[in-house]
């Protein structure tokens, strides 16, 4: 209707006209589809606002109008379409609104068949609306409405999987009618999460994987852990292999490869459970840890694929073995293949796909103003401007600095907004709206072409809700909801290309857990009434950047789009992927983009940041950073000019195969011997260093250090060899001057020599070299109890120097009533460390669990919250700064969000930046449990951790941070706890396992 009527009362059926013309002269029938859809979404714009009566009076015109005109040129009518669905005419005009449509409809054209017409009716079991149930108590509804004439049934056939058994019985059920049953549409998703009988055979022939298929028994395979693998073989002669008797999630099977440094390997396997669903990680055990490569949900009863792939940056044996987390299950394994691509191969293959699939041939005419060929005529073509959608985020403080414009604006046509579109910012008290910010950022940005990301209407993650959200019951959130989704989309709609509708709802579930499961897909319902125009994302992270984040692995973002699609949304639909890369696995990235491209949808990259460090080793260096600085010489292309020998190295320039010159300190005897150049430095300026560093052999840290009149670190980085690491780091000077800029190691042989008193040299000397004391912070938690206990002191001052107080110095225990102060015991608790030389962490300032708080605390409102927990953080820093090694600053804030939930999303931010300021010889940890104990744990896994820490930085505090661990562990799972180690290792911070403690068992020695 929409399509003939866009106007009221202004026609346009030429489309159709042609379309039947050209169908009739190649005598192909046609189905008229559809005189009405019951769909309040898709209704011509000016329907949705009329009364009843006038609804009714453009019904019967437009009825009379499609159907007089084409009457005899079809064989059916969809006279009401998706009317077991929905139900807008039956809501105006009452419930005879469809079989008055059909009675018309049979007075018009006698010869058409006249359908009914609904989806999931045979394809998905779970959606009761269109049940066979339903659709007979539609065509029921119908003949009480009072048309008893001709009806047919419409399946239109939408399916995700082909379950044939349930679509036996749904047809079965709907042929008691005795009505003509036709499948008016088909159409069926594809994709790797498609579970087959018997598994496809391996990519690649299995590549470098050997006895991929099972054919020559298990050679090649082993055990890995204490699982027992067993060789089966299915009814249609099928060989896998079976994981049994496993213990541990790693109880698997493994095969063993060497691989190639700077190689690509992309994975693929087949797997099948025992029984039930589990979801299964393929995973290298390297020389540097574990390394997950792809996840999948297998299944009992059939064949699900697993893609992912591998980096390699050192070469060097692997295991590749399947795990799950749930050790019950048996795992099968076939058609496993590991194939390496060269980054010569990889590319030529983007190159080739590029080809096919983004580019055709284009015969190109020179014609003159007849249209008449001219021969011998030259040809320019120039790009005017760049279509393909690559920006850059911006916010507010573009506005106010015009260097940022002109460098923005020089080279990016697309934007998203940081902050300025979220419902924090907007509506920080409930029905106070500020878009100030957004409003003038679009003006901004439309003044000079560039396109806009609406970012975002919501967000699905409860720690980023206005501080007045979480408190509300689910009917006050349902209306605040409504209010926000209208607020700002009827504001902005058809000035953005595309709106993030519920932001990192793969990860998270705030609405969904308020409002039911059925909330992000009444939310894009809702958008997409509000702007039709818009492209509307889900948008998360991890999905191309981690294989081992299960929350949102490919299959867990296949699964959200099913879960919206069921809960009734079926417009259309995109993939947004956030990219916050610490490491580009390109083979994994890949084969999650492969897995997700099965759903037809477009995919962004819509956030891009790799984080730099150490960790980035590459075969050449960079360019030098500003092109060098006040450096002489560079990139050495002068030879030595400008650098000395520090201290005895002999300084070697060097030319690699790729042409890069580079000088090579040599000999060292002393850590500092080294290569070295001179400067002037200015007084009061501040000065940032980056340099590339490569060693002979093995790994080194590597410290750049300024010789002043002392000397000065700079900055550090693991250098490696084979591959350039990148320094970076920076000095402050308060003194004009001379410096020496050089590069030393921290770690070098150390020659004793024995001498005399007159400094001769002394032979056959007995050296005896003892640890005076421990600098290794090794301790154990007290409580006041010590204080009376003569035993208990003497036990622990004999073995430890470090502590942490259990209770004595949190929030309950010091203001248990709100202005009563209580430090008797932490005060004597330092007392008597400080007597015994014994070192105190401070735990904690907050507690971030809503369950240990002081007891007054929880009913105060957010300004009174602030103004206590200012009175807090206070009270107690200020009383033992300078006596504690540490502060736990808010303890579990990577697992709960009391003073986020109530002061907001920066809370912990604020926080820090106040202790830093209150004690700035202390380390301020986070503190949580979990990270490193329960890989199943996922709101405290490395991930979240991580995200809790970019927090933290995006809230405002830069100062130092330090990673505390509690470390309770049920079981020790070595593996997994390096692993995640190895990943909070990533960001360079200080990590402590600041508690420990593992749960006894019944096989224990007591």
Known sequence: MDANEARQNQYDYSAADAL???????????????????DPRFQPSWVPSLGPSQLAAAATARINSIMRRYSGQVIAWDVVNENVHYNFFESKLGV?????????????????????????????????????????????????????????????????????AYMRSAIDKLATAGLPIWITEVDVQSGANQCLKTPNKPQYDGGIVV?????????????????????????????????????????????????????????????????????????????????????????????????????VNKSGSVQLYFQSENPTVDIWVDSVSLQPFTQEEWKSHQDRSIEKTRRSKVKIQAVNSEGKPQANRTLIIAQKFARFPFGCAINKNILSNQAYKNWFTSRFKYTTFENEMKWYTNEARQNQYDYSAADALLQFTRSNGVSVRGHS???????????????????????????????????????????????????????????????????YTVARVLDRKAALFLNDYNTIEEPGDRASSPDSYLSKIRQIRAGGYNGPLSIGLEGHFRNVNLAYMRSAIDKLATTGLPIWITEVDVQ??????????????????????????????GWASFGNAKLQLQTEESGNEFVVARLRNQSFDSVSQEFFLDKEKLYTLSAWLQVSHGDAIVVATFKTPGFHNAGSTEAKS??????????????????????????????????????????????????KFARFPFGCAINKNILSNQAYKNWFTSRFKYTTFENEMKWYTNEARQNQYDYSAADALLQFTRSNGVSVRGHSVFWDDPRFQPSWVPSLGPSQLAAAATARINSIMRRYSGQVIAWDVVNENVHYNFFESKLGVTASSKFYTVARVLDRKAALFLNDYNTIEEPGDRASSPDSYLSKIRQIRAGGYNGPLSIGLEGHFRNVNLAYMRSAIDKLATTGLPIWITEVDVQSGANQVR
């Open 20 to 38: 039947l013309q050209f169908t009739r002269s190649n005598g192909v029938s046609v189905r008229g589809h559809s005189v009405f859809w019951d």
């Open 96 to 164: 005879t609104a469809s079989s008055k449509f059909y009675t018309v409809a049979r007075v018009l054209d006698r010869k058409a068949a006249l359908f009914l017409n609904d989806y999931n009716t045979i394809e998905e079991p779970g959606d009761r609306v269109s049940s066979p149930d339903s659709y007979l108590s539609k065509i029921r509804q119908i003949r009480a409405g009072g048309y008893n004439g001709p009806l047919s049934i419409g399946l239109e056939g939408h399916f995700r999987n082909v379950n044939l």
């Open 211 to 311: 006895n991929p298929k099972l054919k020559e028994g298990l050679k090649g395979w082993a055990s890995f852990g204490n699982a027992k693998l067993q060789l089966q073989t299915e009814e249609s002669g099928n060989e896998f292999v079976v994981a049994r008797l496993r213990n541990q999630s790693f109880d698997s099977v493994s095969q063993e490869f060497f691989l190639d440094k700077e190689k690509l390997y992309t994975l693929s396997a087949w797997l099948q459970v025992s029984h039930g669903d589990a979801i299964v990680v393929a995973t290298f055990k390297t020389p540097t840890g574990f390394h997950n490569a792809g996840s999948t949900e297998a299944k009992s009863g059939c064949w699900s694929m697993l893609k992912g792939g591998l980096t």
């Open 457 to 523: 209407v919501f967000w699905d993650d409860p720690r980023f809700q206005p501080s007045w959200v979480p408190s509300l019951g689910p009917s006050q959130l349902a209306a605040a909801a409504t209010t926000r989704i209208n607020s700002i989309m009827r504001r902005y709609s058809g000035q953005v290309i595309a709106w993030d509708v519920v932001n990192e709802n793969v990860h998270y579930n705030f609405f969904e857990s308020k409002l039911g499961v059925t909330a992000s897909s009444k939310f």
């Open 612 to 641: 730099s460090g150490a960790n980035q080793c590459l075969k050449t260096p960079n360019k030098p950073q500003y092109d060098g600085g006040i450096v002489v010489n560079p990139k050495l292309k002068e030879g030595l000019k």
């Open 722 to 771: 084979g591959c350039w690491s990148m320094l970076k780091g920076g000095l402050t000077v308060n003194k004009f001057g001379s410096v020496q800029l050089y590069f030393q190691m921290r770690r070098s042989k150390v020659k004793i020599q024995a001498v005399n008193s007159e400094g001769k040299p002394q032979a056959n000397r007995t050296l005896i070299i003892a640890q």
